[in-house]
């Protein structure tokens, strides 16, 4: 049971999002769309001064790529793989057969070249190192991708297939911890204009199994991770809208990024969920965006 069906039933009665019959899989309304897209341009107004590359990749990635990221490591649980028919006629056949009575047609797929994209930022890295060592002012980027993770639920802001609008810094420690600073006080005015209660934590990543709980407090205990929390599924447990994300040198390791000075890059990010920001302004504000308070409409609509 959800603890918030009535939400999550007055956004389909009101047809904000739309019932596709599986959890966390929704159509969006365009008054939802058209908050996303006000929501995406604040984001810009804050951060477009720094002057990022902005790069854009489609929800699929690399699976060689991926598979070299670690992600199945931390989390296979979440994973998503494309599969496809790879058959003739006769297999062709064999699969209408199947469908037909009703049997498992998808053990004949084959796991193809793609996987489905955990993050905006996981495709970004190897293509970074391709370029060789950072100029000296390090890298800036400005990402979004629809992602996919396997948590099918009920509470309508943990979906699996969701945006996230991404910052990536690449550099050196200072670059990049000065970086996270930034934008945690930028986070802390952009969702204050927003007129939802929120506040900081520092977080740990949802770590798969018992290696996993060594790995989810080793980051917490050296905050590598905060989020910005807005309760909408539940007041005791708030939902993580803004995630401030630094790795170290992990990622500047895997991929083999050098820093100008030949040093390994180090990498943080800050990701943007942009459902769940929608979603905590329908939550606290109603359904009738018409009726949400003047501020918050200036702040999005101007
Ligand atoms: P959670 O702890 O709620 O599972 P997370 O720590 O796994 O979230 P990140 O990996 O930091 O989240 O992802 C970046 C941002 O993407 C989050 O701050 C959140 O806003 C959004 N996000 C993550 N998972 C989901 C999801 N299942 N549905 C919608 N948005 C999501
Ligand atoms: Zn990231």
Redesign the pocket.
Known sequence: MCQNCDFRTGLFKNRILIETGVD?LYGRSGVFEDVIQRFDNLITSFGGVDKAEVVRFPPGMNRALFEKSGYLKSFPNLAGTIHAFNGNDKDHAALIDKLQAGEDWTLGQEATDVVLAP?ACYPLYPTVAQLGALPEGGRLYDLQSY?F?R?P?KDP????F?R?REYVRIGSPEQVTDFRQTWLDRGNELIGKLGVPFHLDV?N??FFGRAGRMLANNQRDQRL?F?LLVPIESEEKP?????F?YHQDHFGTLWGIAQHDGEVAHTACV???M???ALALFKHHGFDVDKWPSPVRKALWG
Request: aromatic content about 6%; hydrophobic content about 30%.
């Open positions: 966390g993050a992602c993770r948590e639920s802001a943990r979906q699996q969701f996230m977080a990543d949802p991770k989020e939902t993580a809208c803004l995630s994300n990701g943007f969920g459902e769940r920001v």
